[in-house]
């Protein structure tokens, strides 16, 4: 019979990273792949992502997207159009020169983002005012090439959704870029738990070939942040590269102002940081694959009525439309299983046992809060919905305490490296590169935002004393 600890692991405050590899493997999420950087995402961790993507889609369609598809394959001169796009993407690139046997007269390269295929397309498909906006959303696999992998967060190849729009004006596409920010808050906040912070990137950090690009910082339980998602206006820049024009109402021609936004299954490492514990892993109730997992306890002729009464709870719980397991396996010891659905972060169990049926009751164990109570048989379906969405809430709380405990203030060089040493800093900034390239050089941070929600205020840069520029504080972090 396995042992309960078989599947223990690092304590986070011992090795964080050992901590979290070996819980994406333990808890079966995902598992290495034979080519450097790849990822096999195993069913517990793609559903998940399934979560994720249901959530999303929905909010897509719902703001007028439509989903498309276009090649994985990308011409070389593609991305050369747009050269500060290319530059930023090229030490990712992976390039196919040789196929059926021969060279290729031109090298075709592994998409690493779609801008360029898709502004090829828009050019064809967008003639008239008439046609505006176009928007599309495609759900597809892209590649590049990590220099220090790690799954979920940087792999060579992962999923995600991006969206691509085109729109007259700039008013237009910039109110795109805040409708794709704002279902992805949506997503992170509601879904995922995650209290981001919501926030534009600094010229240096922005995503290549944009002219603004929107970002959403979680930070995580060893102090360090994520970029959960962004949302970029690429003002006319691609437009100008791939001749996106249309004809105004007046007759004029005129360029469109193009937006692309994305969130990929790093969303899944983001959660895994920020929610788990030195058990494993704490999901959200809403991207649990299982929300409550039932675990019938007994021997031989006793376990039979257990068994009958833990299928009668299951149905009753999922056609409330919760998702719900049996683990009626015979072969391990009821301490295994609690171990092991605590370390897979099952928000909710119910222990039931011959005892337990007899008085009418059953065990409801809170994988957050360690707590057990008693609840009455009869009562558990009733209570399942509730529970499960105090679950959620006290989650989120969790996460934002977390946050608010580790964000501080820095008005000088060492109080910014006190600060980005356990979590956010909130410092005034210079907006020089040279700046940003020495923090990072010196404290190992990166200017991760300038929150929207920050308050206005002036003064002297905390790490170089020159004059601020950004008109607030600005949020720094060092990152994954």
Not at 23 to 48: C, F, H, N, Q, S
Not at 261 to 279: E, F, L, N, P
């Amino acid at each position: 019979m396995a042992k309960a600890d078989e599947k223990a692991i690092t304590p986070q405050s011992e090795d964080f990273s050992a901590w979290y590899n070996e819980l994406v493997l333990k808890a079966e999420l995902a598992d290495r792949g034979p080519v450097r950087g790849t990822m096999v995402i195993r069913p517990y961790g793609y559903r998940i992502w399934e979560l994720i993507h249901d959530a999303l889609d929905l909010r897509i369609k719902a703001t007028g997207h439509e989903n498309a598809y276009f090649p994985l394959f990308i011409p070389e001169s593609h991305l050369k159009r747009e050269a500060e796009h290319v530059e930023g993407f090229a030490p990712e690139l992976a390039v196919v020169t040789h196929a059926g046997g021969h060279e290729l007269e031109e090298p075709i390269v592994v998409r690493p983002t779609s801008e360029t295929i898709i502004g090829e397309m828009f050019a064809k498909w967008i003639s008239s005012y008439r046609d505006l906006p176009l928007l599309i959303n495609q759900w597809a696999n892209v590649v590049r090439w990590e220099l220090r992998p790690r799954l979920f967060l940087r792999t060579t190849e992962f999923l995600w959704q991006e969206g691509h729009t085109a729109h007259a004006d700039e008013a237009d596409a910039q109110r795109e870029t805040m409708v794709a920010t704002e279902f992805y808050e949506q997503v992170a906040r509601e879904f995922a738990a995650l209290p981001v912070i919501v926030g534009d990137k600094t010229p240096s950090e922005r995503f290549a070939g944009a002219v603004r690009t929107v970002t959403l910082e979680t930070l995580v339980r060893d102090g360090r942040a994520i970029q959960s998602a962004t949302s970029h206006y690429l003002g006319t820049n691609f437009s100008k590269a791939f001749e996106i024009n249309y004809t105004s109402s007046d007759g004029e021609q005129a360029l469109c102002h193009t937006t692309s936004w994305g969130m990929s299954t790093r969303m899944i490492g983001a959660v895994i940081m920020a929610q788990g514990d030195d058990k494993g892993l704490i999901l959200p109730p809403r991207l649990a694959p299982y929300q409550i997992v039932i675990v019938p306890i007994g021997r031989d002729a006793d376990l039979v009525p257990v068994v009958t009464e833990t299928g009668r709870l299951a149905d009753e719980i999922r056609g409330l439309g919760i998702r719900v397991k049996v683990d009626d396996r015979t072969t391990l010891s009821p301490g295994f299983k609690f171990n092991e659905w605590e370390l897979r972060g099952v928000p909710l169990r119910i222990e039931l046992g011959p005892r337990d049926l007899a008085a009418g009751v059953a065990t409801l164990a809170n994988r957050l809060t360690g707590e057990k109570t008693t609840v009455p048989l009869d009562e558990i379906g009733q209570q399942m919905s509730a529970r499960l969405d105090e679950f959620q809430d006290a989650l989120y709380q969790r996460a934002l305490d977390f946050r608010e405990a580790h964000t501080l203030t820095a008005t000088s060089k060492e109080e910014l490296a006190d600060a980005v040493a356990t979590g956010f800093a909130l410092a005034l900034h210079c907006g020089q590169k040279s700046c940003e390239d020495a923090i990072k050089e010196d404290l190992g941070a990166t200017a991760r935002c300038i929150p929207l929600d920050g308050e206005p205020e002036e003064g002297r840069c905390a790490y170089c004393d020159a004059s601020s520029a950004y008109g607030k504080r600005i949020l720094f972090a060092r990152a994954y």
